[in-house]
């Protein structure tokens, strides 16, 4: 099964992918993810997207249709993928399709993450990660239980993405209201989106999801 998780920043893609993957083997691919991996690396890719990143604007389609078709090249047939934070532009949306036939695969499902978006400032800004183990923490609704002390590997490196800063966040949703949002209505045709309550517990979302995905 092959499914798209969109949602706008903050909606908690990634923490859901990240369930999904653990629980049902499913591969998560973020593109947001691959993009700082090429910027930490410094690779041609990082070089071009980083200003972007930075500024909370997208990156060129063809640079991110490009290292989703790559990755799926070195996955197996065998493996259902959910696309986190790809596509957010029309142009990606046709390219998908595009990857998915050329490869012999299909969507499935596209859910759809719905969320009050005047509280996603405040989710995106207090979010942090453990720079060792990658737990993911926030300001308010997931401190570490000892002060400055990471719950899962006992180490002190926190990490805040630099574009988890309130101006850069709100260029993000503008980007996500112009230019993804309308790309719902492209899977809504084809009769494969399936809404989700994204404002509740990890675990009520998480269930949701299950339950749309019918894996529940
Ligand atoms: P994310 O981790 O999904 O919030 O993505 C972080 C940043 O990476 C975005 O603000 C964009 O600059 C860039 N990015 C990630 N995925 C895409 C994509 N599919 N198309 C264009 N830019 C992207």
Known sequence: ??????????????????????????????????????????????????????????????????????RLDELGPDKGVIFDGYPRTAAQAASLDEILSSRGRKLDHVIELVVDEDALVERITGRFTCGNCGEGYHDIYKQTAKDGICDICGLSDFKRRPDDN??????????????????????????????????????????????????S
Do not use: C, F, W
């Open 1 to 70: 099964m092959d499914i798209i998780l969109l949602g706008p920043p903050g909606a908690g893609k990634g923490t859901q992918a990240g369930r999904l993957e653990d629980e049902h083997g499913m591969v998560q691919l973020s593109t947001g993810d691959m993009l700082r991996a090429a910027v930490k690396a410094g690779t041609e890719v990082g070089l071009k997207a980083k200003a972007l990143m930075d500024a909370g604007e997208l990156v060129p389609d063809e640079v991110v249709s490009g290292i989703i078709g790559d």
């Open 166 to 215: 309130e101006e850069t966040v709100r260029t993000r949703m503008q980007e996500y209201r112009g230019k993804t949002a309308p790309i719902l209505p492209i899977y809504d045709e084809r009769g494969i989106v399936r809404k989700v309550d994204g404002m509740g517990s990890m675990s009520e979302v998480n269930d949701a999801i299950e339950a749309a995905l019918k894996l």
